[in-house]
């Protein structure tokens, strides 16, 4: 029987009124405290067994959390929040605390993670001691935890990917600075019956108990810890070598080649991300290009066994062999170049005794005999070349370039600029093609500054660009049309903050496609093409331009994010200027369920379905603002808005 004192056994009986089933049941279902083995649970018809492995504690409250695991036969109706409670004692503990799960770095709800409490309130009982009472987040990300005792709480959330109900370094985490005591809280309702003619009969009174805290917040981060290690090696062709990391690293690795002995000092040319732990070596020396294996001696930073960061050096061996369907290919094609030069020397040995016998060819073999003689563009090597955006680009684009290989020089005169004025073409005098960035050496931009409503002609001559292989580039000339400020909107917001922060314009997938910083408590972004976006802020705290996490073991929490809780279709020629207040509505309300990825099943189809059949011009105004209040204590800040409810 639920709620039960002086349990004995081992197993755990409950009926229903109806077949059930056990839906997800690893997934959903928790215990607490947590058991060493994991109990056997199944069910039968209109049973469902607990059957526990382990002795159970004595003088202990358990409590089987089900969430919304428990489902009936027929319609697969859910019994949603369903738990088990009893105790080993005399006594059954009843207090509760409850609230809701977010991650910290977008504000998605953290379905079916664990959320925990320690008594224990020193730092290091999370990351050394399980957790005491626990329970799951449902698919809105809201929890509560069950059955307390009295007493002082510290309040933890976990993805606890290896079950062992405590902080792993690679884990994502959340967790309170403040200490919480879960007390209840007694209040009053009346309900009124009526008589058939609508007067009032009788008035009931009911008394409730509250249980608090019932609104407490957490925002999930991960530390972005990573160990430093080599992940992989390869090498993918025989001019380039490729080094994955498992962590970003402040410089690339040292390498001092080993073989071949004979080598040029300048033997790559770098390819790499911002973080340094991916890295492509385009090799310029021929002799290593030709090696069957090259080998290098590569000096970098390794995790040791005691978490730190050591100097190592490793000797790492690049082999390469061709594929199998590169070689078929390059055979095909010296089978074809060998039978184009034995036809063309038969038709010049016929052309020679047919001029001997003051004869001539036909037609047909002196066309074939220029045809034969004439270069196939496909056998000559060249460097590909190609416009990053062709045809219409936007005012404040550049003209980005990329090359399939490293750049060894390029003739700027041979690189021409012209506007379109009229009918005529007017040359512009504009900066060298420069590399966009020094981390990829296969991207370049021409600096200008582009006009409004304007058409641009880029002409590249031929061989104007030569790659480190020696390689040139075929002619280019390409137009270039720019749009019109009339087919651009504008956006201007005054927002409630006016410390560091900055604001990202998100389309759909929450792809960030512009950011703009925040100052003296407004922002503006400009130009922005026609479509639907979304907004989100963040608080730049250390005004790096970016979302930093969060890092327990200094007691430190991630930066806020907030966002604006309506999308904003934005048309051409139309600029909008709007307040907003960020805490104004609740923070698990701000995302727009449109670019809400984890969403209750039930709710998933109903925004679906309004998707599919709402026409666009009749939906709600975008800019209209929430009813919901927020106090703007980010990690106490629902109990107003729940408590209006």
């Not at 997934?27 to 039968?44: H, M």
């Not at 979304?534 to 005004?543: F, K, S």
């Amino acid at each position: 029987m639920a709620n039960s004192v002086n349990f004995k056994g081992n197993k755990v009986e409950i009926t229903f009124d109806e077949i059930i089933n056990l839906k997800d049941q690893q997934k959903k279902v928790i215990i607490s405290p947590a058991p060493k083995t994991q109990p056997q649970i199944r069910t039968v018809g209109k049973k469902l067994t607990i059957e526990f492995r382990d002795e159970l504690e004595e003088n202990t409250t358990y409590v089987i959390d089900f969430s919304n695991a428990i489902e009936d036969n027929n319609e697969s109706n859910q019994l949603d929040g369903y738990t088990f409670a009893f105790s080993t004692g005399d006594e059954i503990d009843t207090l509760a605390v409850s609230g809701i799960v977010l991650r910290a770095c977008d504000l998605e709800p953290m379905q079916h993670v664990i959320v925990g409490l320690h008594s224990n309130l020193d730092d290091t009982a999370f990351t050394n001691v399980p957790l005491e009472r626990v329970s799951r987040t449902n698919d809105r990300g809201k929890f509560t935890i069950r059955n307390l005792k009295p007493g002082n709480y510290h309040v933890f959330a976990l993805s606890d990917v290896d079950g062992d109900y405590r902080m792993a370094r690679t884990e994502d985490i959340a967790f309170l600075d403040d200490i919480i005591v879960p007390t209840t809280s007694e209040y009053t309702s009346q309900d009124t019956v009526f008589t058939f003619d609508h007067r009032v009969d009788t008035v009931m009174t009911g008394t409730h108990t509250l249980y608090l805290p019932n609104d407490l917040l957490l925002c999930m981060f991960n530390e972005g810890y990573r160990s430093h290690y080599i992940r992989q090696t390869s090498r993918p062709a025989d001019n380039k070598l490729y080094m994955l990391f498992g962590a970003p690293n402040e410089t690339p690795p040292q390498l001092e080649v080993l073989h071949p002995a004979q080598h040029a000092a300048d033997w790559y040319r770098l390819q790499r991300n911002m973080e340094n732990d991916s890295l492509f070596y385009w090799i310029t020396d021929s002799a290593m290009i030709k090696a069957d294996t090259i080998t290098v001696a590569m000096t970098y930073l390794r995790t040791d066994t005691a978490d730190n960061l050591e100097q190592v050096t490793d000797t790492i061996h690049f082999g390469y062999r061709k594929p199998n369907s590169q070689i078929k290919e390059e055979e095909k094609k010296a089978k074809e170049r060998e039978s184009r030069a034995k036809r063309l020397t038969q038709l010049l040995e016929k052309q020679e005794k047919a001029a001997a016998q003051d004869k001539g060819l036909s037609e047909d073999e002196l066309e074939e005999i220029k045809e034969l003689q004439r270069v196939d563009p496909n056998e000559v090597p060249k460097l590909n070349m190609e416009l990053a955006k062709n045809g219409t680009i936007d005012v404040g684009d550049s003209i980005i370039l990329k090359f399939d290989a490293p750049i060894a020089s390029i003739d700027q005169n041979k690189i021409h600029l012209e506007i379109k004025r009229d009918t005529l073409w007017i040359p512009i005098q504009s900066n060298a093609l420069r590399q966009v960035d020094d981390c990829n050496p296969m991207r370049y931009w021409l600096p200008f500054s582009t006009l409004p409503d304007s058409t641009y002609r880029l002409t590249i001559d031929s061989a104007a660009v030569t790659s480190v292989y020696g390689l040139h580039n075929d002619a280019l000339k390409k137009e270039l049309k720019v749009r019109g400020l009339e087919e651009y909107a504008n956006v201007y917001f005054k927002v409630n903050y006016t410390g560091k922060a900055f604001v990202e314009l998100l389309a759909s997938g929450e792809k960030v496609v512009r950011t703009a910083t925040v100052r003296n408590g407004a922002f503006e972004l400009l130009n922005v093409p026609p479509s639907t976006y979304y907004l989100r802020l963040i608080i730049d705290n250390n005004g790096n331009g970016k979302w930093d996490t969060g890092n327990y073991l200094n007691h430190l929490q991630p930066e806020e994010v907030y966002y604006y809780p309506k999308k904003m279709r934005l048309r051409a020629n139309w600029d909008i200027d709007e307040n907003w207040n960020i805490y104004q509505t609740a923070l698990d309300l701000q995302k727009p369920e449109e670019i809400k990825r984890n969403k209750p099943e039930e709710v998933k189809n109903k925004v679906e379905k309004k998707e599919k059949n709402k026409d666009e011009e009749e939906e709600e105004d975008e800019f209209s603002t929430g009813v919901n209040t927020y106090t703007g204590d980010k990690y106490n800040d629902t109990k107003n808005r729940r408590r209006q409810r």
